[in-house]
């Protein structure tokens, strides 16, 4: 099993749609998760941070299950600059070791 | 305020050849990573630093690669006899906590 698995799309959506992203991890001492997100030959930048209680910011909304080794990311009335691959992102064992990145999933949000 | 710098931004070297990538971290943050990331692949951990204990080098793909961090700052990554699998974005990234920040990365290219 990989150490983290996304579903690479492309997810095609029209603007002002909802989409959902999953991810799974093989790791159950895994304790910080995010969703970076990258444009296109750019540096992954920092979405959100991922919390058991599950958070929100704005337009998006994470969810941890750790039972399950399931994160996900949902956004809401998407635009089109939503546009850009969202990665999962998995530290090791505690906070301040390697990341472990997903490949990733391709949103491409159309007017 | 200052983001992670690197250079150069595009290199472009034959196979055979030595090269050095260098990173500058953001001031004051004490764990420095390297990442390469393939065309069309996720990214893939190479080494990490925190502080001054023995950095994590269990992501470099073969004794040709080797890193170092000057004065807890400033790191350069070096690849002996490049190949042309070689040829990549290398990105950098500091954190103080868990969120690591990327800098633009440098393109190589071995011909």
């Known amino acids: 099993r990989k150490e983290v698995e996304q579903d690479p799309g492309p997810f095609n959506v029209p603007e002002g749609a909802t989409v959902a992203f999953n991810c799974t991890y093989s790791n159950s001492a895994s304790q910080s998760f995010f969703w970076y997100r990258q444009d296109c030959r750019k540096e992954p930048k920092l979405l959100m941070s991922?919390?058991?209680s599950g958070n929100e910011d704005g337009r998006f909304t994470a969810q941890l299950n750790r039972a399950s080794q399931y994160i996900s990311l949902l956004i809401r009335d998407s635009k089109l600059s939503d546009s850009a691959t969202y990665l999962c992102v998995v530290n090791k064992h505690q906070a301040g070791t390697a990341l472990i990145f997903g490949k990733g999933t391709t949103l491409s949000v159309s007017s | 305020g200052a983001g992670v710098s690197q250079s150069p931004s595009n290199k472009v070297t034959e196979k055979g050849k030595d090269v050095e990538l260098r990173c500058d971290p953001i001031s004051g943050h004490t764990a420095l990573y390297w990442y390469r990331q393939s065309l069309g692949q996720g990214l893939e951990f190479l080494i990490y630093?925190?502080?001054?204990?023995?950095?994590?080098k269990s992501g470099l793909p073969s004794d040709r690669f080797s890193a170092e961090r000057t004065g807890g700052s400033v790191s350069t990554l070096t690849i002996q006899r490049t190949q042309q699998e070689d040829s990549a974005v290398y990105l950098c990234a500091s954190s103080w906590t868990a969120e690591q920040f990327f800098g633009p990365g440098t393109r190589l290219t071995v011909l």
């Open positions: 991922v919390y058991s």
């Open positions: 630093f925190q502080g001054n204990s023995a950095p994590d």
